[in-house]
């Protein structure tokens, strides 16, 4: 029986991944947890993450959950959703506590920067059919162009649209680790992918049948 | 890298693939001890289901999100709704909005962790405004959206609109815009603008509230009160310029499907997402 874990360290509602998991995976053991050990066994681990990130990267740091995280992400099926897409980039313009750009893992080479900060173009963010400038944060259904053929695409159409709710967007360096884009007044990267790791900016588990899709193909993964 | 070197690099994108973010549309339930209520003018109430099975409908019909307006009156039942909630996250995998009733940190945090995406802050907002800031500096402003009863006091070339609360019966003297900009400031991340004056009414959305308010604010609106045939959420997308249309009774009594509502949004131009 395969285990999936849905990493925990108290950054509100994981329910729903675990629910949308365990919905398309009734065999699998799937459970909410931020043990050192069970992260460690599990066979396939899921980081999920909302609110600011400043918070995130500090509570992953304090609750001593990081190198369990970033061996998992070295070693088994790593899926990682919204701000567990973008902590694995280098860091994030969204103010840490400290007012400074928040240093973050640094697994992929790129920064997360807020939507209105991706251009130097001032009209990059003015819708040009109405005039008025895109309402963030990006919330709503919105389409993924899939760059490459991959196995956690399997069964979902191109340019599909996912649940997205965010106002910072994942500025890539390198193609190679990008699987999917997605257009908001900028383009930014809404799916990332290498070896092991998958990580969307969107949220599957609220993106109905094509998220459960998502969440299936990460359950089958053979990486 | 700036994003237009992202942009060219990565191939293979074409220009105009991407039809942008879709226009939702939101059938909200009224709850009430646990069963989906819905009130005209907030006084003629008819039952109409069950929650689960009903949110269970509305995302077969292609429904973007789901909102539940919990109006349980008495304390004793003030849990029925997490059990909603719960038991609604389990079957059902689209946003779910819960509003009614919340006034302190730990009720937003009961409603997220039963499985709430976002939660709807309304009287107590208007009474402490700081409330706002609290939860979405707490639960990030994704997850909170602030709900605006208005209602037209002067109407004419300058019209305004103030806050109310207690169903439309109480006036704040609180001028709607600056009201709308003060929550976005606070940290709302969406606004659920309600008009007062055409809820239950199916006479259609205030357009020249709803316009003044989305031109106004920078965080996605979704429009609310009146409803009564699909050219109306038209209208409200088109004419109101909102993000999102909330309607109850035309898709609750069957007038019209959530399908039928996004085909006509379609054929007026509106992009929606197809399921």
Not at chain 1, 11 to 39: F, T, W, Y
Not at chain 1, 118 to 145: C, E, F, L, R
Not at chain 1, 147 to 155: A, K, N, S, V
Not at chain 2, 19 to 35: E, H, T
Request: some cysteine.
């Amino acid at each position: 029986m395969t285990s999936i874990i849905v990493v925990d360290f108290g950054m509100g509602n994981l329910r729903s991944v675990a629910k949308a998991l365990e919905h398309v995976a009734p065999k699998a053991k799937v459970s909410i947890s931020g043990d050192v050990s069970a992260i460690r066994s599990a066979d396939r681990v899921v980081l999920p993450g909302q609110g600011a990130i400043g918070g995130y990267i500090k509570a992953l740091h304090d609750t001593d959950l990081e190198p369990a995280v970033l061996e998992a992400a070295d070693t088994r099926p790593f899926l990682g959703i919204c701000l567990g897409q973008q902590v694995l980039y280098e860091s994030s313009d969204e103010h840490g506590e400290d007012g400074e750009s928040v240093k973050t893992l640094g697994l992929f080479k790129g920064q997360v920067k807020h939507f209105t900060h991706v251009s130097a173009d001032p009209n990059a963010m003015i819708d040009p059919n109405t005039g008025h400038q895109y309402t963030i944060p990006h919330m709503g259904w919105n389409q993924v162009k899939q760059t490459r053929d991959h196995p956690m695409w399997h069964g979902i159409d191109d340019l599909s649209r996912f649940y997205f709710v965010h106002s910072y967007c994942v500025q890539s360096e390198l193609d190679e680790d990008v699987a999917g884009i997605t257009s908001y007044g900028v383009e930014f990267t809404s799916a990332t992918a290498r070896d092991n790791i998958f990580a969307v900016q969107f949220h599957p588990e609220k993106s109905q049948h094509d998220g459960l899709r998502l969440l299936e193909n990460f359950v089958n993964w053979d990486v | 890298m700036t994003w237009r070197s992202v942009r060219e690099s990565q191939t293979p994108v074409r220009k105009g693939n991407f039809m942008g973010l879709a226009k939702r549309i939101i059938p909200c339930l009224d709850v009430r001890d646990g069963r989906v209520v819905k009130g005209v003018q907030f006084v003629d109430i008819r039952d109409a289901g069950n929650p689960v099975e009903v949110a269970a409908r509305y995302d077969e019909q292609g429904a973007d999100e789901i909102t539940f307006l919990d109006i349980t009156a008495s304390s004793d039942n003030r849990d029925t709704i997490l059990h909603v909630v719960e038991d609604v996250a389990s079957t059902v995998f689209i946003p779910l909005t819960v509003g009614g009733g919340i006034r302190v940190l730990d009720d937003v945090r009961r409603l997220l962790n039963a499985g709430a995406d976002k939660v709807g802050i309304n009287t107590a907002a208007v009474f402490n405004p700081e409330f706002v800031k609290e939860a979405s500096d707490h639960f990030g402003s994704q997850a909170i959206v602030v709900s605006i009863d208005a209602k037209q006091v002067e109407s004419g070339d300058n019209p305004r609109w103030e806050i109310f609360t207690h169903g439309g019966r109480k006036g704040t003297g609180l001028d709607a815009l600056e009201w709308a900009r003060k929550m976005a400031d606070y940290g709302a991340g969406e606004i659920l603008l309600t008009s007062m004056d055409r809820d239950g009414t199916r006479d259609g959305f205030d357009l020249a509230l709803t316009r003044a308010v989305c031109d106004t604010v920078d965080v996605p609106v979704i429009a609310s009160g009146g409803v009564g045939n699909l050219d109306h959420l038209v209208a409200g997308i088109n004419e109101g310029h909102a993000d999102a249309v909330l309607a109850a009774s035309i898709f609750h009594f069957g007038d019209y499907t959530v399908q039928q509502a996004k085909q006509r949004m379609r054929d007026a131009g509106i992009e929606v997402r197809v399921t």
